[in-house]
């Protein structure tokens, strides 16, 4: 997500002709989109986005059933 914010930065600079940015090759200002394209190939296709998804709302439910036994008083199990 970086990558492509930094893309975006570089892209509305060069279009602008501001700073040292305006003298540099179009290729050096579009490659964090070619590196974002990767990224995103490359997470979607090892699983990698779908893993840290699931992790998430494992730790969401998880934070749910502590909540849920500290209101009836039972201590929650430490993570083993």
């Known amino acids: 997500m970086y990558l492509l914010g930094l893309g ?5 600079l060069k279009y602008l002709e501001v700073g040292p940015v305006a003298a540099w090759s179009w290729w050096w200002v579009l490659s964090p989109f070619a590196i974002t394209a990767l990224w995103w190939a490359w997470a979607d ?7 840290k998804a699931m ?8 934070d749910r ?9 039972i201590q929650p199990r430490k993570p083993r």
């Open 45 to 51: 296709a090892t699983g990698y986005t779908k893993r």
């Open 65 to 73: 059933i502590n909540k849920h036994k500290e209101a009836l008083g």
């Open 8 to 12: 975006l930065v570089l892209s509305l």
């Open 55 to 62: 992790e998430k709302m494992d730790q969401r439910k998880q």
